[in-house]
């Protein structure tokens, strides 16, 4: 892939250019914001350059230029993106702790249990706030650099969208595999169970009551397992939900890949389409102006008032 | 793929060591050449958040010095202009000037001259001058480009700016390919001729440092031919996917426009075919239309088996997994809608038209004999009332490119009664076809009844039957290519330029550039070509893409400056 340079040349020209007119130049009156006022380049000669009201373009104020001070939202979008980034390293953090908790451990586990809904929360209410930050960016600001805008909201919807997403489907692997595991021991329990009962069957009713508190203890303890998995499973959910509502808003800013929106020259064209509208619309509003009853009625008022007076002017004078 | 991925690199070298916040100011032609191979949401992900036209954009006042300004643009006098007043008071933080081309010296000292403020932090040329539409398909998207039917006396400023484009769009081939060709050209074409040496003189005299990229091995071959050598191609009309879109609705720049159609609903107006994007497309494009009717009921059958089973959401776990998979969803019910849109609309198209029935004659026209027979089913057509004029007028062409020599009475009669039907298409358009491309005009054997070789080979083809009667026509670029493979293109026919030729080597990359424009036919010959692993890899380009609309528009308007000039006899 063949490229050239030409900067070199450029800038042996330009420091040229440079050294030729700086000479020239007069006192720098007019040390504010440099404006130049350019003489036509192709017709004056390189001799005789008009004195330029400004100062030397320095260093400075090549600064002033370079170091323009961003519209206050860039600074709403900075944070956006910054909460963005703490959110993924929080995640991988609760990767971290998902693998930890499904690993086989003597304790009870709710240790595991409460660091991984303190980070799903935390993760999820990163998300929902920059969310409503980023919805609220589009309001604020000027015109002119309302592309500018949108598109970085656009940019920052879609690493948005994919974070969650990637969230969603941790919280789903982490709950099919707690899912498996429960179900292990579970399974296991019942067998014995199962294999208990047939074997005691033909026993006398004593050994059935005995075996029935044998079983009533499985059933709690199978109660309790239960429970505690339905609770984490609807924890699981509500931050699914949370999540999904997220989604749902942010996918109005989003691009659809491979579609239309995503063309540069559609989304130039729609920029150029609507600034001939607005064009369009304020001429017809200036000529539906210009032709309405106001101006006609004003235009026949002043005729009348000249007609009138000419006509006293006649009377004075017939008298 | 090797196109696309040229201007892709360009691009991403463009974006990739400027850091912060940015804006792309591009021109008519190179938003082009970046829209086919760079999408919007990339060029979001590098923190590019505006792209505008660098006319529009002189004509704005505000300040946006926070911004980095990219600007990548033809090296054209116009765009010079733009950018001075740019740098005399700029609107952006830094400068960054790209061309797509070469510069002259002159205009870098234009630029360097209005830069007071010195914003300018690099001037760089990026070969990126090409339109890749297709993974071995380029074009130039030339404006006039009837110009290159006209003798240079008519309009020499207009055909040497015709004459400069097409040279700088190959020379960018093969710099972003960094090879240096041989050249050979059509001997019968003046301006095949004419953009053969300009481009010779570029590659090895003015701009050899350039071109001097010292590989060993063996050079590709650039070949120049007319597309007045194959009138008969953009002439007919077409089955295969893409080439029918084009043929029936029109794509541009890899878009389809669909508002002048019909009634479609909003979301579907404009959409995009590109091969890189859209797997179905892929598969697809060069498929005909019948075996495109049934991949589609396929796609449908399968787009819709999903989405029943999204609606039988009964546990959260369905939700959740609705919830996963709703981009995936989404992005599939699109793609749906596109294709069975553009399905329908043509299919209403080739039935309001009665195209099959036109189509049947057109490809008998194209490949077979027998003039009687023509003659009276053209007749037969131009009796219906049903068929459009334009379809009357190309069927009469197609006529008069066969059988120019063959009974002129009879070839009489036919334009006496296009003429009856039709009076906005005077028949004076199909002579001046066959003045420009008439059989005495080509080198090429357009109907295989030169040589014995072809003759018998038409001959066992008739015998044998054809798989699909509205596809049996192969346009000429294929015996070309099959002639290059086989090491037997007639020096006599396509000359050398000057002495850099290697004799007997075998070639491995060939460039064939038509001068006038290409068709999707012939793309789909050159991919096909490509995938049958000769070991010659093909790139086909030209500078503009036809289709019939196109080629008799370009036919119109040069008469129309034939006939007003008096310089042509």
Not at chain 1, 188 to 202: A, W
Not at chain 1, 234 to 247: D, P
Not at chain 2, 254 to 280: C, H, M, T, Y
Not at chain 2, 444 to 465: C, S, V, W
Request: aromatic share 6%.
């Amino acid at each position: 892939m063949a490229t050239r340079n030409r900067t070199v040349i450029y800038r042996k020209h330009r420091d040229a250019v440079k050294s030729v007119r700086a000479p020239l130049s007069s006192s720098a009156s007019g040390s504010g914001g440099p404006v130049i006022e350019m003489a036509s380049l192709l017709n004056s000669n390189r001799s005789s350059y008009a004195p330029l009201s400004t100062e030397d373009p320095g260093p400075s104020s090549r600064d002033a230029f370079t170091v323009g001070l961003p519209p206050a939202w860039v600074d709403d979008s900075e944070e956006v993106a910054a909460n963005i980034q703490r959110a993924r390293v929080k995640m991988a953090e609760l990767t971290k702790a998902h693998a930890k908790a499904l690993m086989p451990s003597f304790g009870d586990g709710k240790e595991d249990q409460r660091l991984i809904e303190a980070l799903t929360l935390e993760i999820t209410d990163i998300l929902r706030r920059s969310g409503k930050r980023l919805q609220k960016l589009s309001s604020s600001g000027s015109a002119e650099d309302s592309n500018v805008r949108k598109n970085v909201q656009r940019s920052l919807a879609t690493d948005l969208q994919n974070l969650s997403m990637d969230l969603r489907r941790k919280q789903s692997t982490y709950l099919k595999r707690l899912q498996k595991q429960k179900e292990g021991p579970e399974g296991v329990d019942l067998e014995m169970n199962f294999s208990g009962n047939k074997s005691r069957l033909e026993d006398d009713e004593f050994d059935d009551m005995s075996l029935n508190e044998h079983q009533m203890h499985k059933l709690k303890k199978s109660e309790q397992f239960t429970v505690e998995r339905e609770r984490e499973i609807n924890q699981v959910m509500q931050s699914v939900n949370e999540l999904a509502q997220i989604m749902k808003d942010l996918s109005v800013l989003v691009i659809d890949q491979g579609t239309i929106v995503d063309r540069i020259d559609y989304n130039i064209q729609t920029v150029a389409v609507s600034v001939e509208e607005g064009l369009k619309q304020l001429q017809k509003a200036e000529r539906t102006q210009k032709k309405g009853g106001m101006v006609r009625c004003a235009t026949v008022l002043v005729i009348m008032c000249f007609v009138l007076l000419v006509l006293l002017i006649l009377k004075e004078i017939l008298l | 793929m090797v196109l696309v991925s040229a201007v892709r690199d360009y691009i991403n070298r463009m974006l990739q060591d400027i850091s912060g916040m940015k804006v792309l100011i591009l021109d008519s032609q190179t938003v082009s050449i970046v829209s086919v191979a760079y999408s919007q949401s990339e060029l979001l992900q590098k923190e590019v958040f505006l792209v505008e036209l660098v006319d529009s954009i002189s004509k704005s006042k505000e300040s946006m010095s926070h911004l980095k300004a990219i600007f990548f643009l033809r090296p054209t006098s116009e765009n010079i202009h733009h950018l001075r007043r740019q740098l005399a008071s700029p609107r952006f933080g830094e400068y960054h000037l790209f061309f797509s081309n070469m510069l002259k010296d002159t205009q870098i000292h234009i630029l360097a001259d209005s830069d007071e403020h010195e914003v300018v932090q690099q001037v760089q040329e990026f070969y990126a001058d090409f339109v890749a539409s297709d993974p071995f398909h380029f074009s130039l998207n030339v404006p006039s480009n009837h110009l290159y039917m006209l003798p240079a006396v008519v309009d020499p400023s207009n055909l040497q700016n015709f004459c400069d484009r097409v040279v700088d769009g190959i020379a960018a081939i093969f710099l972003a390919l960094k090879r240096r060709p041989f050249i050979r050209y059509q001997r019968t074409s003046d301006i095949a001729k004419r953009i053969a040496q300009e481009t010779t003189k570029l590659m090895y005299q003015q701009e050899s440092g350039l071109f001097d990229f010292r590989r060993t091995d063996i050079s590709p071959l650039l070949l120049i031919i007319d597309r007045r050598d194959d009138p008969v191609t953009p002439l007919l009309n077409q089955w295969t996917y893409q080439a029918m879109v084009h043929e029936l609705i029109g794509i541009q720049d890899n878009k389809v426009d669909l508002r002048s159609i019909g009634k479609i609903p909003k979301d579907q107006q404009e959409v995009v075919l590109s091969s890189e994007q859209d797997a179905f497309f892929k598969a697809n494009m060069y498929e005909n239309f019948g075996d495109i009717g049934l991949n589609i009921k396929r796609l449908v059958d399968e787009f819709q088996q999903i989405a029943k089973s999204n609606q039988k959401i009964q546990t959260i776990e369905d939700m959740a997994k609705f919830v996963d998979n709703y981009p995936e969803y989404k992005k599939m019910h699109g793609n749906v809608s596109k294709h069975v849109t553009l399905v329908t609309e043509m299919s209403k198209i080739v039935e309001e038209h009665k195209l099959m029935l036109v189509s049947q004659t057109e490809q008998d026209l194209a490949c077979n004999g027998g003039q009687v027979a023509a003659f009276e089913a053209v007749t037969n057509l131009l009796n219906n009332e049903s068929i459009s004029d334009i379809d009357c007028l190309r069927l009469v062409m197609l006529y008069a490119l066969r059988y120019e020599k063959e009974s002129p009475v009879q070839l009489m009669q036919l334009f006496n009664k296009l003429a009856s039907r039709s009076p906005k298409y005077k028949p004076g358009l199909v002579q001046f076809l066959l003045k420009q491309a008439g059989v005495d005009k080509r080198t090429g054997d357009l109907y295989g009844n030169r040589d014995l070789l072809n003759i018998a080979r038409n001959m066992a083809r008739g015998l044998k039957g054809v798989e699909n009667v509205y596809t049996q026509h192969q346009p000429l670029l294929f015996q070309t290519m099959e002639s290059i493979t086989k090491g037997r293109l007639r020096d006599v026919d396509y000359p050398y330029i000057g002495n850099h030729f290697q004799q007997g080597s075998r070639l491995q990359e060939v460039v064939i550039f038509i001068v006038g424009g290409t068709t999707y036919e012939e793309s789909r010959s050159v991919a096909l070509q490509n995938a049958s692993n000769s070991g010659i890899r093909f790139i086909l380009g030209g500078s503009v893409v036809l289709n019939s609309k196109r080629f008799l528009k370009d036919l119109e308007e040069a008469q129309r400056i034939a006939r007003s000039s008096p310089a042509v006899v």
